[in-house]
C-alpha cells in the first residue's frame, strides 16, 4: 500500500511540474487592443456652426447651428489614409444689413454632402493617432430656403426658393484624434458657390450668399 501511495505521489508531482514549465514556454495569450487595420468603416455625428459672406457691404452674420450626421471610410496605407464620406447636413446662416435698418436675410439648405478627403498621421501611437486632413466636398441640396425682409429693397422678398442653387461644393481643411474606436474631427468647410442664385439681389446683382461651416463631430469605427 505505501509503494501505490508513493507511486501516486511521483505522478502527482510529475504532472505539477510539467505544467508549470507549460505555463512558462507558452503563457495564455492576451487579447489585442483595437488598432487600425488598412480598413475602417462606421456612423459619426456633431454640429456645424454656419456662418453667411457677400460682396455687399454692411452685413452683420448671426451664427446658424445644425445638424450633421452620417458615415465614414477610412482607407489606411501606412500613415497616410483617404477618408470617403456620405453625410446629412444643415448649412447656410442669416443675418442683417447695417444693424437690421437694411433688412434681414435668411439663406438655409439641407444637403446630402459627400466630402472626399486625405490625410496624414502626424502622431501615430497603438490606439491613439493625430491626423491632419484636406480635401473637397460636393452636395446636393435637399430641401432649400430664402427669406429676406428688407424695407429699402421690397423687390427682394420676393425671392423663391426654386431660385435657389441646388448643389454646392468647395473645400475642406482640418485634423482629427483617434482614441481606440473613437475618432473626432473639427473641420473648417468653404462653400465656393452662390446659395441664392445669381443675379436676383436688386441692390447689387453680381452678390450672393456662399456659406462657410466650421463643424465639430464624434465618430465610431465598427471595424
Known sequence: MKKINLLLLCIFLTGAVSAQNSDTIAPKRTKKSFR???FNFGPKAGVNVNHLSTRMDGFDNDTYVGFKGGFFA???IHKFHIQPEVNFSMV???GTFNGGSGGRYEVKANTL???VLAGYKVLDFKVVNLRLQGGFFFSYN???SITVNDPNYPQNNTFRS???AGWNGGFIVGGGLDVWRITLDARYQWGLVNMAGDNIFQQDPRAGFKHGTFE???GFKIF
Open 142 to 144: 435637399l430641401t432649400k
Open 113 to 115: 454632402e459627400i466630402p
Open 216 to 218: 465639430i463631430t464624434a
Open 92 to 94: 447656410g446662416g442669416e
Open 36 to 38: 487600425d487595420g488598412w
Open 162 to 164: 426654386d431660385k435657389m
Open 74 to 76: 477610412r482607407f489606411n
